[in-house]
């Protein structure tokens, strides 16, 4: 079975400062993993994904992640935090390929608030 | 570009009552995805559907049904309410590929009293 770990359930960080989000998985083959955010009563809106290739991916609101397959691990970053970065950030994980049907779900991490302090 | 609608988007029941919150999409998406929010447990699965009549059961699937009649719509039903199923209900569809990202409506919360 596949798994996400966000072992962080708040991350705080100075406007300005760069920022880390942290994500660990478990799926059997090589994965593709996406990262979510979530702003207050909104639904979830896709920041980035990895399928394959370099392992740093870049993707909206300037946010980047990077993909390390011996730390089975997929951190979110920025360079510099913005206050309106605050809001609730999901890890997620999809198997390599279709297999049965009980495989073809995204797996969600716990959740990380982040908040940016002015 | 309406993409994934949910209605209704907050519902207050009485314990026993029963609802059916509908997912929309206009994207020809196959899979379909209806999860639950709770408060540090991120997003869990309840049911799912890999296409048309078809549908299957997630992570937490007791106390709901659902069903896929057309491939746009996906439903979830509760028949008996209890106020467990109190949450914020999410759901998501993406294209008949792994690689691709899930797109997400906007929520329905739920309370049930």
């Known amino acids: 079975a596949q798994s996400v770990a966000q072992p962080e359930d708040q991350v705080n960080v100075a406007e300005g400062n760069p920022l880390t989000v942290k994500c660990t998985y478990s799926?059997?083959?090589?994965?593709?993993l996406f990262w979510y955010v979530q702003y207050p009563n909104r639904g979830l809106q896709f920041l980035l994904k990895?399928?394959?290739?370099?392992?740093l991916v870049k993707g909206s609101y300037g946010f980047e992640a990077e993909f390390n397959k011996s730390q089975t691990s997929f951190h979110l970053k920025k360079p510099s935090a913005l206050v309106s970065d605050s809001a609730l950030y999901f890890c997620a994980v999809s198997p390599p390929r279709r297999g049965d049907t009980g495989r073809r779900a995204l797996t969600f991490g716990s959740g990380t608030r982040l908040q940016v302090q002015p | 570009n309406a993409g994934v609608t949910q209605t209704p988007k907050f519902r207050v029941l009485k314990t026993g009552q029963s609802m059916t919150l509908l997912c929309a999409q206009d994207m020809n998406h196959e899979y379909m995805y209806w999860y639950r929010q709770d408060p540090g447990m991120g997003l869990r699965l309840i049911h799912y559907?890999?296409?048309?009549?078809?549908?299957a059961k997630g992570e937490v699937p007791d106390g709901y049904n659902v069903s896929r009649l057309k491939k746009q719509n996906f439903l979830l039903g509760l028949e008996s309410a209890a106020p467990s199923q109190t949450s914020v209900y999410f759901c998501?569809?993406?294209?008949?590929?792994?690689?691709?990202?899930?797109?997400f409506g906007q929520g329905t919360r739920l309370t049930v009293v």
């Open positions: 990895y399928i394959t290739g370099d392992n």
């Open positions: 998501a569809s993406r294209p008949d590929r792994m690689n691709t990202e899930a797109f």
């Open positions: 799926v059997s083959g090589n994965p593709y």
């Open positions: 559907s890999v296409g048309e009549g078809t549908t």
